[in-house]
Structures are given as structure tokens and as C-alpha cells.
């Protein structure tokens, strides 16, 4: 019998993630079933469960790659002299995730599936440490941005790198939150809006 490459497994496991993906955001977790991914993937049961055992392994999987993808771009955006500034890191970053992640629905679709994966974690202990693991990872991440915005005189030294990673998480978090709810948010908006407030100045005399 011919062996497999490891190839053609990578290419069925990565056609697994995006029907399901695709699965999920269009109708959401609970009201898909995996009769309902196997039709979108067009594979067998068989061929599915050889790789996932259920939708839970699935959800798990695809949060666990957008951490790694994310987490990468920034750990890559903090070794290049200078780095790159908050809006333009931030908005590059979830405008790639978005488009490169959406496998097949829309924007607003695809931040709803984010946002269940976030309330899975609520009764999926497996899940919640896998969240976990990836916001303490994206904190680790942002603080060595903060470190390199250090290096290059453009960030001041007077707040807790971890205060500054949890901040722009946040603001992570909010936008696909916004997105997800509204639809109506672009990249562009959370660009200029992060652009206005660096553009601030305080008196230190006051």
C-alpha cells in the first residue's frame, strides 16, 4: 500500500479546519452539527474523525492556530528595527487574521465564531486553558514589542510593559467584539482612531 505524504494530510487536515470554520461561523457552534461539517468539508465520517474526534477538537484546533498566527506576527513585528507602531502592527495584523481566516464568510461571521469560541471556554475546561495559554502568550508577545518601542526612543519607560500589552489586547478583543456585533467597523477605524490617541500629548506641568 502507497504511504501517505505528509503533504496530503496537512492539505485534508488544513480542508477540515476551513469547513468547519466556514460551518461554525454561518450557523453557529451549537447549531452545527458534524453531519452538517462533514457536508461542507465533502468528506466521509471516517476520513473527518481520523483527524478530529468531535466538534470540541475541532473549535480547539482553530483557536489554537489563530493564537499561533497571531502571536508569530507580533513575536516577527518585534524583531524588526523599528518596529512598527501600535496602529499599524494592530491593524495589519487583524486585518491579515480576518481575511486569511475567513475562509469563506464574512467578516462579521467569522468575529461571531471568535466570539464563541471565547464563551466555550465557560464550560470547556480544555478550551479555557487553551485561551489562556494564548492571551498569556499574546502578553508576552506585546511586551516585548513594548521593550523594542523602548530600544527605539519612541516609547517611554514610566508604565509596566505587561499594562501596555493587556491594553492593546484589549483593544484586540474590543474591535473584533464590535465587529462581531455591528459589522460595521473596518480596519481603517481602529487605525486612525489608535493614530489619534498616540497623537496626544500631556503637560507635565499640570
Known amino acids: 500500500?502507497?504511504?501517505?505524504?505528509?503533504?496530503?494530510?496537512?492539505?485534508?487536515?488544513?480542508?477540515?479546519?476551513?469547513?468547519?470554520?466556514?460551518?461554525?461561523?454561518?450557523?453557529?457552534?451549537?447549531?452545527?452539527?458534524?453531519?452538517?461539517?462533514?457536508?461542507?468539508?465533502?468528506?466521509?465520517a471516517g476520513a473527518v474523525y481520523r483527524y478530529f474526534r468531535g466538534k470540541d477538537e475541532?473549535?480547539?484546533?482553530i483557536a489554537t492556530e489563530a493564537f499561533t498566527t497571531i502571536r508569530a506576527a507580533f513575536e516577527e513585528a518585534a524583531r524588526t528595527t523599528p518596529p512598527?507602531?501600535?496602529?499599524?502592527?494592530?491593524?495589519?495584523?487583524?486585518?491579515l487574521f480576518l481575511d486569511t481566516r475567513i475562509a469563506g464568510a464574512d467578516r462579521?461571521?467569522?468575529?461571531?465564531?471568535?466570539?464563541?469560541?471565547w464563551t466555550e471556554t465557560l464550560r470547556n475546561e480544555v478550551l479555557a486553558k487553551t485561551l489562556s495559554?494564548?492571551?498569556?502568550?499574546?502578553?508576552?508577545?506585546w511586551a516585548r514589542l513594548v521593550t523594542a518601542?523602548?530600544?527605539?526612543g519612541i516609547l517611554t519607560a514610566d508604565v509596566p510593559a505587561?499594562?501596555?500589552?493587556?491594553?492593546?489586547?484589549?483593544?484586540?478583543?474590543?474591535?473584533?467584539?464590535?465587529?462581531?456585533?455591528?459589522?460595521?467597523?473596518?480596519?481603517?477605524?481602529?487605525?486612525?482612531?489608535?493614530r489619534g490617541l498616540m497623537s496626544m500629548s500631556v503637560d507635565p506641568t499640570r
Open 149 to 152: 518601542y523602548r530600544d527605539a
Open 162 to 194: 505587561d499594562h501596555v500589552a493587556r491594553t492593546l489586547v484589549a483593544t484586540a478583543q474590543g474591535f473584533i467584539a464590535q465587529q462581531a456585533l455591528f459589522g460595521d467597523v473596518s480596519v481603517e477605524v481602529l487605525e486612525d482612531g489608535l
Open 84 to 95: 512598527p507602531t501600535p496602529d499599524v502592527l494592530l491593524g495589519a495584523v487583524i486585518g
Open 133 to 141: 495559554e494564548g492571551y498569556n502568550g499574546m502578553r508576552v508577545a
Open 58 to 61: 475541532l473549535i480547539e484546533a
Open 1 to 44: 500500500m502507497a504511504r501517505v505524504s505528509q503533504e496530503h494530510l496537512d492539505a485534508r487536515r488544513r480542508q477540515i479546519l476551513d469547513g468547519a470554520a466556514r460551518c461554525f461561523a454561518r450557523n453557529g457552534f451549537h447549531a452545527s452539527s458534524m453531519q452538517d461539517v462533514l457536508t461542507e468539508v465533502g468528506l466521509s
Open 108 to 117: 462579521q461571521a467569522f468575529a461571531r465564531l471568535v466570539i464563541q469560541v
